[in-house]
């Protein structure tokens, strides 16, 4: 499990980052602990959303941000005691990648833990010094994919998208070939592919590597057919704008998932909207399969110069750098996915 934080210009004040060592310690004991039989869809998220709230009124409260163009909530609880837009605030944010559910439920589950831990002295202690603002789900349209009929891996929410640009939509989507109810992928042999097989695990495929000699014998395809007659294989299905790929920071035109401009999607333009005015938030940590925790972000000014941003600021890279020393201390990991 990995996640990612991103720290506001002032983390370096020191009651800040104090409270926010011990959110850090508290969070990180409970994903090493986290044991998720199964995931929870919308409807059960909802559900834990609600029994929160009602279970501690004095210190949960929670709305929906905006429904989703497919009229799913994005759900938000506000934790902590007193005034809580006047204390320094972390939010924590999953789904922010739709394939990853595990992300969903390490957010809720962050908040249920949390709670349960809420009468003892230290977390008291947090809580009336600290809020926490939890977004559990942000692509509630591509995690709702996983208990489809037919399962698949899901980024983008139902935003109606013409990715090949040929004038139609939703035109050549997957399809379960086999009828097992999962689209998975296709191994096909084609002298032109890119990929050969792995000599340790032969049920997967590598990349071909030209500088060592290596040629490749397969093709590797999401599983379907060419609907649209176009030579191209599942281009265009459902799947429309990925939260992840429609931000302001890094946007990427022309990107099958980003959008016809950045924040276009209600989800990501109601959160940042938010952010925007809550004046109280110095750092965000969101679970995802990205990382900048064993390894921390590098500081690029001209990154920060452009007219899309593609680099964090320096105070925020110095303070993830802080943020890293202490995880690395903690976990002790080696080998570590860098990115």
């Not at 609880?77 to 005034?83: D, E, H, P, R």
């Amino acid at each position: 499990m990995l996640f990612s934080i991103n720290c506001m210009h002032n983390l370096n004040k020191m009651k800040k980052l104090y409270l926010f060592n011990l959110f850090f310690l508290f969070v990180l004991g409970n994903v090493l602990a986290q044991n998720q039989q199964d995931y929870s869809n919308n409807a059960t998220l909802a559900q834990r959303v609600k029994s929160l709230a009602d279970k501690y009124p004095q210190l949960v409260k929670s709305k929906s941000l905006t429904k989703t163009t497919g009229g799913k909530d994005i759900w938000m609880l506000t934790i902590g005691s007193g005034k809580t837009e006047l204390k320094p605030a972390v939010v924590v944010v999953g789904g922010v990648e739709g394939k990853h559910l595990l992300g969903v439920e390490m957010a809720i589950g962050f908040a249920e833990k949390l709670m349960a831990s809420s009468t003892t002295d230290s977390i008291k202690m947090l809580l009336n010094k600290q809020t926490f603002y939890v977004f559990p789900n942000m692509s509630p349209d591509a995690t709702e994919q996983y208990f489809a009929k037919v399962k698949a891996e899901r980024s983008g929410n139902s935003t109606a998208t013409d990715d090949d640009r040929d004038g139609k939509v939703n035109e050549d989507a997957a399809d379960d070939l086999d009828g097992n109810g999962k689209i998975t992928w296709m191994r096909i042999a084609d002298p032109t592919g890119k990929y050969k097989v792995n000599t340790d695990d032969p049920r997967s495929l590598l990349l071909a590597d030209a500088t060592k000699g290596e040629t490749g014998k397969y093709i590797l395809l999401p599983e379907g057919i060419d609907n649209d007659k176009d030579g191209e294989f599942n281009e265009d299905g459902e799947g429309g704008v990925a939260f992840n790929k429609n931000s302001s920071y890094n946007f990427k035109p022309f990107v099958a998932g980003a959008g016809e401009y950045a924040v276009s999607e209600k989800e990501n333009r109601a959160m940042f909207d938010w952010l925007f005015d809550a004046f109280n938030v110095y750092a965000v940590v969101t679970f995802g399969p990205t990382n900048n925790l064993s390894t921390p972000v590098t500081f690029n000014a001209p990154g920060v110069a452009k007219r899309i941003i593609t680099s964090w600021f320096e105070a925020d890279a110095k303070a993830n750098a802080l943020v890293s020393e202490k995880y690395n201390k903690i976990t002790k990991t080696k080998d570590a996915p860098k990115t």
